[in-house]
């Protein structure tokens, strides 16, 4: 079984950065995936940017290319979100999830219903 727990959300105002973390343990497999979803309040669960450990290869959505970057720290099955420039609109419960691989087609994270997810940390950005 694999868990995974995220820490770093809180309040901040546009403009700002913030920093996210999440860890993964247990059976994680060689070249697992690694990244970020968020529900805004009211709306669906959208995926933000994912991480393949073992190739190092990252993905991230429209909305946020350009701002938030994924990196990863392999030895501890760490990845971090940093979040720049953060708008109203990133406002949302942000949620790690880990996966068997990263498949994205049509920039889209394809997650397997067997992924693990966190409890998700609130990030909530003023105007």
């Known amino acids: 079984a694999v868990d995974v727990m995220e820490s770093g959300g809180g309040s901040v105002q546009a403009g700002g950065s913030l920093r996210l973390s999440c860890v993964a343990s247990?059976?994680?497999?060689?070249?697992?995936?690694l990244g970020w979803w968020r529900q805004p309040p009211g709306g669906q669960r959208e995926w933000v940017a994912a991480?393949?450990?073992?190739?190092?290869?990252?993905h991230y959505a429209d909305p946020v290319k350009g701002r938030f970057i994924i990196s990863q720290e392999n030895t501890k099955k760490m990845v971090y979100l940093h979040m720049d420039n953060v708008q109203p609109e990133d406002t949302a419960m942000y949620y790690c999830?880990?996966?068997?691989?990263?498949?994205?087609?049509?920039?889209?994270?394809?997650?397997?219903?067997?992924?693990?997810w966190g409890q998700g940390t609130q990030v909530t950005v003023s105007s």
């Open positions: 999830a880990a996966d068997r691989e990263c498949t994205v087609i049509g920039g889209h994270w394809l997650i397997a219903g067997s992924a693990a």
């Open positions: 247990g059976s994680t497999g060689p070249n697992f995936c």
């Open positions: 991480s393949t450990f073992g190739g190092g290869d990252t």
